[in-house]
């Protein structure tokens, strides 16, 4: 098969330099990840391999010039987010990631959504009442609803900000841990905890706890209330039944907004029982109003060997399935 060449034009050294990376660490991803060598002539990138290959490599680079060009950070994550856009032939999708700023947190850091799959969440959440982001680890789902939430507070949007859990076991049991059931159901709920006080501050954050702006509850103590004004989010919502998710859901008052996050393939609840979040995203998937997005592996923001360890046990999933299909069959 013979190769072809590849060239793309970085119009400063700064984009050519942040496009290299630290000892050109963010090259020799490219290099190994698409199979093509490339070398830097001035202020171009030359690009040599096989065709599609090299369109791909091109097609990376122009991106990732496109984010330097937008003082978005380009780091490893970056890199290798934007190859898995090249491959699918959707590297066009990046210029979907605008500078737009989802929320600056209380030390003035910028937070920007890293990929599509973020940015169609954030969107979402923005214009729909009700809005579910079901999704792996690692994506972002509660860290930017929290966000959104305390946006919305600072614009006067909402009076209150509601998060909730249900207080299902991960292998541990409540009833053994000390203290009453706010104690009890605390280390459930200390992601939401971190997440405000990032955004607000420990001083701002600890103010409107006791002010009653900022409610953290368990899911049990959301019956019988109507929640208006207010901006709701309700985590690990793979955890509900389908009761508790009906509960939830009708609880929305005037003026209130609802997220609900959750990962379908890390359910905690007792055999026999049925998820709320998997239930309730095909129930309500043609209902004006309210959006459901589903963020996948190439969102994950945190690692990248989160992505892997991801798709790895996503591949054992799909093998055990495979085999016990195997098996129904024979029988």
Known sequence: MNNTVKKVEADSVDKLQRILGTFDENLNIIMRELGVIIRVEGLT?????????????????????????????????RVEYCIELAREGKAQDITKLSSDTVAITYRGKPIKCK???????????????????????????????????????????VDKIILTRPAVEAGEKLGFLPG?????????????????QEMLGLETYTKLMERGSIEI??????????????????????????????MFLTRLGDGSKMVITGDATQIDLPNGKSSGLEHAAYVLKDVDGVSITYLTDKDVVRNSLVMKIVRAYDRDDKRRLQLADGNKTEQ
């Open 45 to 77: 990138f030359v690009i040599e391999g096989v065709e599609e290959r090299a369109v791909q490599a091109a097609s990376v680079i122009e991106s990732l010039l496109l984010l330097a060009e937008n003082a978005e950070n380009v780091d490893k994550g």
């Open 115 to 157: 990929t599509v799959g973020q940015k169609k969440y954030v969107d979402s959440i923005k214009r729909d009442a009700v809005a579910f982001g079901i999704g792996p680890a690692g994506t972002g789902k509660t860290y930017l609803a929290v966000c959104l939430a305390v946006q919305a507070m600072k614009q006067k949007q």
């Open 180 to 196: 009453d059931l706010q104690t009890k159901v605390d280390p459930y709920l200390r992601p939401l905890y971190d997440a405000l």
């Open 217 to 246: 509850a368990p899911l049990a103590y959301m019956r019988g209330r109507t929640l208006s004004n207010s901006f709701v989010i309700l985590d690990e919502a793979q955890n509900t039944t389908r009761e508790q998710m009906k």
